[in-house]
């Protein structure tokens, strides 16, 4: 088998997952846009990877311990640098942990796959945290960004994760 890629993890022989890319957008209650952070390059783990080359073989796709999909999006306050071996959050914080909205590929780009969340601030989860990362129900992490993303009183913040297959 081929050896891994830097920007991505190889799957078979000619298919990669990128790295992906996250954005997070703040509006007011009027859908006024207050703050957009662009999209940030984050690290795939080497779980996602293995996961999708379970799938795309047929192997656990059901029964006991199945491949499932990335269905949750958390917020953490540690310090670190991702890696493609995180297994989770270096400091997550609870109240974060927020199920996807919406999840499928991206209109008009079949091989980006995309998650979208959202946190509306509240005083239980208002504050500036310093990672994010993408889950599967079983809490198997897919991807870890560290970036400084501040979830405000009052404003809905949209979490948007992208991955993109390349063959």
Not at 83 to 90: I, Q
């Amino acid at each position: 088998m081929a050896k891994p890629h830097t920007h991505g993890k190889r799957v078979g022989d000619s298919m990669r997952i990128s790295s992906g890319r996250v954005r997070w957008v703040q509006t007011d209650r009027t859908g006024t846009v207050v703050f957009d952070s662009g999209w940030h390059h984050n690290v795939t783990t080497n779980y996602a990877a293995g996961a999708i080359a379970q799938w795309l073989t047929g192997t656990n796709n059901t029964g006991y311990n199945p491949v499932l999909p990335p269905t949750k999006m958390q917020l953490g306050t540690g310090a670190g640098t991702p890696s493609p071996t995180d297994t989770g959050l270096f400091a997550p914080v609870a109240a974060t942990l927020q199920q996807v909205s919406t999840a499928g590929p991206v209109s008009g780009s079949p091989s980006v796959a995309q998650w979208v969340c959202q946190y509306y601030g509240t005083a239980n989860n208002a504050g500036t945290y310093t990672e994010i990362g993408l889950f599967d129900s079983n809490g198997n992490m897919w991807g870890h960004l560290m970036e400084s993303i501040t979830i405000t009183e009052g404003l809905s913040t949209t979490c948007t994760w992208q991955k993109t297959a390349t063959v």
